[in-house]
């Protein structure tokens, strides 16, 4: 099992403060100098690491004291905001980040927790968390000097590299298990230019497809497997903290989100470690990540139930939040340990139990897609489960917006209603009577 410890004296590789390091071996690299995405001596993941670990302080949210953060309103660059925990300065930028922190009261009292607050990163540019990635990600793609990006996608990484590599220039190729992608998803696909490669097959071959694509050389690739797209993303786990606190004077005790590749599960999780390797953060403080995925594509619960090390590869994979239709995720190493060593959990959700969840937040005015749902529908089952106790803070993450995904939207919500073209039929018709009487009866009306 990877120890993920982060201090330890800057390696000859270093290239300004910062090199990659595997997570199994411990073995450093330049990271800058090639295109890298796994150890060259053992295939292990590799993880950003630097000279320097932030504080709040860092971060120019108006706050001295390293271990305090206090939010300026003025300050909002997003993502970039977070330089000092970045390997840039700056990055091709749409803007993304800075997502809001929804408070939910009547699903808070349902749910009966503490505090219950909704990060809602659906607010991003391209409607999802995957922004933050990749906004680091291209950033890094042109220090390597490399002209064709590609990722495998369940949509929403396909629709983000899209528009980010657009944006810098660059040639953009997804792969997309086909018939399994929401019509938003692949909306933004096209029209932001990517070349889309439709496979019949589902999302962990089309990941196996481009990892052999970028191990020839043809492409540079920007999954989550991509160390760099964990830094950006890490960037939600500072923005809940420097916000829960700012609303609450606390840390809120726990994060629930949705796993797929488990990118951002480990990605808070490197959040946390380095605050806590700064002194920013105490460790007491680091909130228990609380992974939760769909009962038809459940690996890394299965792996935290059997409590095992490694997670078994699901073949055969289905769900309605298929963001999160993978069955063999590929930052389990990096995010198993997060998930147990903060004293958190995984649990499965049913597919209605996900669309339950996307009602009730839908009633609240926050539209997420299915696989943002599953967040809440965990925190209820851990409720149920008497897991989660009534005294805690919980923010859960929601990844993605509604309009991501609008055919499961339109099956979760209302039936549209025919009515005829005359007000007296719609008056009928809103008061529960049929068109024809209530019009006979309004003509009577003096
Ligand atoms: C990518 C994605 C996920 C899965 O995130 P991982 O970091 O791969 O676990 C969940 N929800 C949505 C909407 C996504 O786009
Ligand atoms: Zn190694």
């Known amino acids: 099992?990877?120890?993920?410890?982060?201090?330890?004296?800057?390696?000859?590789?270093?290239?300004?403060?910062?090199?990659?390091?595997?997570?199994?071996?411990?073995?450093?690299?330049?990271?800058?100098?090639?295109?890298?995405?796994?150890?060259?001596?053992?295939?292990?993941?590799?993880?950003?690491?630097?000279?320097?670990?932030?504080?709040f302080a860092d971060f120019g949210t108006g706050g001295d004291h390293p271990a305090r953060p206090a939010l300026d309103e003025s300050t909002s660059l997003g993502v970039w905001r977070y330089a000092a925990a970045l390997p840039f300065e700056e990055g091709v930028s749409l803007p993304e980040g800075d997502t809001p922190l929804y408070e939910v009261p009547r699903l808070e009292g349902d749910l009966g927790v503490r505090n219950l607050r909704i990060k809602h990163e659906g607010m991003?540019?391209?409607?999802?968390?995957?922004?933050?990635?990749?906004?680091?990600?291209?950033?890094?793609?042109?220090?390597?000097?490399?002209?064709?990006?590609?990722?495998?996608?369940?949509?929403?990484?396909?629709?983000?590299?899209?528009?980010?590599?657009?944006?810098?220039?660059?040639?953009?190729?997804?792969?997309?298990?086909?018939?399994?992608?929401?019509?938003?998803?692949?909306?933004?696909?096209?029209?932001?230019?990517?070349?889309?490669?439709?496979?019949?097959?589902?999302?962990?071959?089309?990941?196996?497809?481009?990892?052999?694509?970028?191990?020839?050389?043809e492409a540079y690739l920007l999954n989550s497997l991509n160390p760099f797209r964990l830094e950006g993303q890490k960037t939600i786990g500072f923005e809940i903290l420097e916000r829960f606190y700012a609303e609450t004077g606390r840390f809120p005790d726990r994060i629930v989100l949705p796993v797929g590749n488990a990118g951002n599960t480990a990605a808070l999780y490197k959040a946390f470690r380095e605050l806590v390797e700064s002194g920013a953060l105490a460790p007491g403080d680091v909130p228990k990540l609380t992974g939760v995925q769909a009962e038809g594509a459940a690996p890394m619960v299965e792996a935290v139930e059997n409590d095992a090390d490694e997670v078994r590869r699901w073949e055969a994979v289905e769900t309605i939040a298929t963001a999160i239709r993978i069955g063999?995720?590929?930052?389990?190493?990096?995010?198993?340990?997060?998930?147990?060593?903060?004293?958190?959990?995984?649990?499965?959700?049913?597919?209605?139990?996900i669309t339950d969840a996307q009602r009730a937040l839908a009633a609240e005015g926050v539209g997420v897609e299915p696989a943002s749902a599953a967040s809440v529908a965990g925190l209820r089952r851990l409720r149920e489960d008497g897991v989660v106790d009534a005294g805690e803070d919980v923010v859960c993450l929601t990844t993605g917006h509604l309009l991501k995904d609008p055919d499961a939207a339109a099956l979760a919500g209302r039936d549209p209603e025919p009515v005829a073209n005359d007000t007296d039929a719609v008056l009928a018709h809103l008061d529960g009577r049929s068109g024809s009487l209530a019009a006979r009866l309004r003509r009577r009306l003096p």
């Open 1 to 55: 099992m990877a120890t993920l410890e982060l201090s330890e004296t800057t390696p000859e590789a270093a290239d300004d403060g910062v090199w990659l390091a595997c997570i199994d071996c411990g073995e450093s690299f330049a990271p800058f100098d090639a295109v890298r995405y796994t150890c060259d001596e053992c295939d292990g993941l590799l993880e950003a690491r630097y000279e320097h670990y932030p504080t």
């Open 328 to 353: 063999n995720p590929v930052n389990a190493p990096k995010a198993l340990p997060g998930i147990r060593e903060t004293g958190g959990t995984a649990v499965a959700v049913s597919d209605d139990e």
């Open 124 to 217: 991003n540019p391209t409607g999802s968390f995957k922004d933050r990635g990749m906004t680091v990600g291209v950033r890094v793609a042109r220090e390597l000097g490399v002209d064709r990006l590609a990722c495998a996608s369940t949509g929403n990484t396909s629709a983000a590299l899209a528009a980010y590599g657009g944006r810098a220039g660059l040639e953009t190729l997804v792969l997309l298990p086909s018939g399994k992608v929401a019509a938003g998803k692949v909306a933004q696909a096209a029209l932001h230019g990517a070349r889309i490669l439709e496979v019949d097959a589902n999302f962990d071959s089309c990941l196996d497809i481009v990892q052999n694509l970028a191990a020839r050389g």
